[in-house]
């Protein structure tokens, strides 16, 4: 089975192009088994590149855990650069069939081949029981947390996945290695939920660490970026625009006061292409 291995800002995926062989029969488990990072190929997930009817292509997605998650920001944008580079489509504005609808993408090349890619993220999702998650408010705005011996200010919005938003003055692997995992599978989120720790730099630029439901921490997380701008706006924070910095990268964010869309600009990167036995 002929796979691709791609990244953006350093949330890397394993892609396999279900247009020209079969789609595998228990992705799950071969997302467990390929992402290993010392018994497979390793990564963050797998990501298929399906046919779709409604759409230039139909993206699925599973964590390394081997749980499907209905949205990946990073994951999206380096679909599209498959889809162009390997010439299955040859136009620069595609859209996506996703666990979230379909979503605008518009490419930016560099010598012909995709380099950046912005997309659409659609409108970000505020009632509680479709983020979906207990804790009061629509959406929840600084809500009071308890994990263990810590209580988090959260704020808790869905861009198609759950996401809760943590700020804090500084950064720490303590505090998102120790309670990352706890506040995953908080019994405040039933279906789970992404993590960002947020450090403001000015109101136009933050810093973000991300623990990442089924995957742990990662070097970035284009829906949580995306989550991270919509909260600081509805907090005050931050302003509507804003410059992400990941460990992976950079990712620039938008969230339009006329359209309620957010979008996503970031970089799209072909690691290297293998077999992985059938």
Not at 61 to 82: H, P, V
Not at 90 to 106: V, Y
Request: proline content about 6%.
């Amino acid at each position: 089975m002929r796979f691709v291995k791609m990244h953006g800002c350093g949330n890397d995926y394993i892609f396999i192009d279900c247009f020209r062989q079969p789609i595998p029969r228990d992705p799950g488990a071969l997302s467990r088994q390929m992402s290993d990072r010392h018994f497979g190929v390793g990564s963050d997930g797998l990501i298929l590149i399906c046919p779709s009817e409604r759409a230039d292509a139909r993206m699925r997605m599973f964590n390394a855990d081997g749980s499907e998650a209905e949205m990946c920001g990073n994951g999206i944008r380096c679909l599209a650069k498959y889809l162009y580079d390997h010439g299955l489509v040859s136009k620069r504005h595609l859209q996506i069939e996703t666990g979230r609808g379909i979503l605008e993408l518009e490419l930016h090349l560099h010598q012909g081949r995709v380099e950046q890619v912005t997309v659409d993220m659609g409108e970000p999702i505020f009632q509680p029981e479709e983020i979906p998650t207990t804790l009061p408010g629509c959406p929840p705005k600084d809500v009071p947390l308890s994990v263990q011996d810590r209580t988090f200010l959260v704020t808790s919005i869905s861009m198609g996945n759950p996401h809760c938003i943590i700020y804090m003055g500084q950064l720490s692997d303590r505090v998102v290695l120790d309670y990352g995992p706890l506040i995953e599978k908080h019994a405040a989120f039933p279906r789970r939920v992404n993590v960002e720790f947020v450090q403001i730099l000015s109101p136009e630029e933050v810093r973000i660490r991300v623990w990442e439901r089924g995957s742990g921490e990662t070097l970035a997380c284009g829906t949580g970026a995306c989550a991270v701008c919509v909260a600081g706006a509805l907090t005050g924070r931050t302003k509507r625009r804003l410059l992400a910095h990941l460990l992976g990268g950079d990712l620039e964010l938008y969230w339009s006061e006329t359209s309620n869309h957010v979008y996503l600009t970031g970089p799209a990167v072909e690691v290297f292409q293998g077999d992985w036995p059938d």
